[in-house]
């Protein structure tokens, strides 16, 4: 199956987003819908924010299936996009490699915040997952990603994951998680751990200028990570979604908390080790550039193993 999507919104002038460009193919099935809760600090931009839940009109993606969205958020509009329900990867009769290419453009003063369900990884699957995101100067952005690695009592398939996210041009983020039997040490400790869901929250944000919010451990496998840009990412990693998400949501109030000028809360049993146990997960590569420089995080080379389901639609 081939199928492509074209979502696009434009300022109104009058303080409100109109939705320009809304184009669906199943198994992408766009759908406007009313406002969801909004997200801190940014309400007040949300206020008059176009709201859209992703809808699968069939299942998968299948082995073999091309999936592609396009997103285009205009100069001064806001979205918020959502996803119905949690989506679920499923090989198909031939072995073959489903895709799903999500490309993204953020204008300036635009905002957009989006929030898709977990991804399921169910046995025998072969996805890859590659998403682009363009961010003019003065964008804001926030993205959650979540996969679950089988479900209950099975293993996952392969699974390779791509985000690169670039700020005015140049490199702000590049993430690649690869997940699988040809994936070698994806479930040790430099990885996910033995965890089975995973996931990330990524926050730019002008406001913070060239100062944002300070690297550091939070409760549980949950870490606080600084990007030069300025902007933020929240890794973590849980035996189930639901904690997961419980996590993701509390470390992203915290993350507020320290914009606001407070200290989030951080348990005493927690080291500044625990940023690299936490980021094992979500990250097997991060690279952020300014000004020419170039930082790379690795996994830790020590064994960090903590040891410690859910189904979809």
């Given at each position: 199956?081939?199928a492509?999507?074209?979502?696009a919104?434009?300022?109104?002038?009058?303080?409100?987003?109109?939705?320009?460009?809304?184009r669906?193919?199943?198994?992408?099935?766009?759908?406007?819908?009313?406002?969801?809760?909004r997200?801190?600090?940014?309400a007040?931009?949300?206020?008059?924010a176009?709201?859209v839940h992703?809808?699968?009109?069939?299942?998968?993606?299948?082995?073999?299936?091309?999936?592609?969205?396009?997103?285009?958020?205009?100069?001064?509009?806001?979205?918020?996009?959502?996803?119905?329900?949690?989506?679920?990867?499923?090989?198909?009769?031939?072995?073959?490699?489903?895709?799903?290419?999500?490309?993204?453009?953020?204008?300036?003063?635009?905002?957009?915040?989006?929030?898709?369900?977990?991804?399921?990884?169910?046995?025998?699957?072969?996805?890859?997952?590659?998403?682009?995101?363009?961010?003019?100067?003065g964008?804001?952005?926030l993205?959650?990603?979540?996969?679950?690695?089988?479900?209950?009592?099975?293993?996952?398939g392969?699974?390779?994951?791509?985000?690169?996210?670039?700020?005015?041009?140049?490199p702000?983020?590049h993430?690649?998680?690869?997940?699988?039997?040809?994936?070698?040490?994806?479930?040790?400790?430099?990885?996910?751990?033995?965890?089975?869901?995973?996931?990330?929250?990524?926050?730019?944000?002008?406001?913070?200028?060239?100062?944002?919010?300070?690297?550091?451990?939070?409760?549980?496998?949950v870490?606080?990570?600084?990007?030069?840009?300025?902007?933020?990412?929240?890794?973590?990693?849980?035996?189930?979604t639901?904690?997961l998400?419980?996590?993701?949501?509390?470390?992203?109030?915290?993350?507020?908390?320290?914009?606001?000028?407070?200290?989030?809360?951080?348990?005493?049993r927690?080291?500044?080790?625990?940023?690299?146990?936490?980021?094992?997960?979500?990250?097997?590569?991060?690279?952020?550039?300014?000004?020419?420089?170039?930082?790379?995080?690795s996994?830790?080379?020590?064994?960090?193993?903590?040891?410690?389901m859910?189904?979809?639609?």
């Amino acid at each position: 199956m081939r199928a492509r999507a074209h979502l696009a919104t434009e300022h109104t002038g009058n303080g409100r987003t109109r939705i320009s460009t809304h184009r669906s193919e199943a198994p992408l099935v766009l759908r406007s819908t009313l406002a969801a809760p909004r997200y801190p600090p940014w309400a007040p931009r949300l206020a008059g924010a176009a709201h859209v839940h992703l809808t699968a009109g069939a299942a998968g993606p299948i082995g073999g299936d091309h999936l592609s969205l396009r997103v285009d958020v205009g100069a001064g509009s806001a979205l918020v996009l959502q996803d119905v329900l949690s989506t679920l990867l499923l090989p198909g009769p031939r072995g073959e490699q489903s895709r799903t290419r999500v490309d993204i453009h953020v204008a300036a003063d635009a905002t957009l915040v989006w929030l898709p369900e977990p991804v399921i990884a169910a046995k025998d699957c072969n996805h890859r997952t590659d998403v682009h995101v363009e961010l003019d100067p003065g964008a804001r952005l926030l993205l959650r990603e979540e996969l679950l690695l089988g479900r209950h009592g099975e293993e996952p398939g392969a699974v390779d994951q791509i985000l690169r996210v670039r700020l005015g041009g140049r490199p702000l983020h590049h993430q690649h998680l690869a997940i699988g039997p040809e994936a070698t040490g994806w479930d040790g400790p430099a990885v996910t751990g033995g965890h089975r869901a995973i996931g990330s929250i990524l926050v730019t944000d002008p406001a913070w200028g060239d100062r944002p919010p300070p690297s550091r451990p939070l409760d549980g496998d949950v870490a606080l990570m600084a990007l030069t840009g300025p902007a933020a990412l929240i890794t973590a990693m849980r035996p189930d979604t639901l904690s997961l998400r419980r996590d993701l949501d509390t470390a992203l109030a915290a993350l507020h908390r320290v914009v606001d000028g407070a200290q989030p809360r951080v348990s005493a049993r927690r080291t500044p080790a625990a940023i690299s146990r936490s980021s094992r997960a979500s990250i097997t590569r991060v690279r952020t550039e300014a000004s020419g420089a170039v930082m790379s995080v690795s996994p830790p080379t020590e064994s960090l193993r903590d040891g410690s389901m859910e189904t979809p639609r």
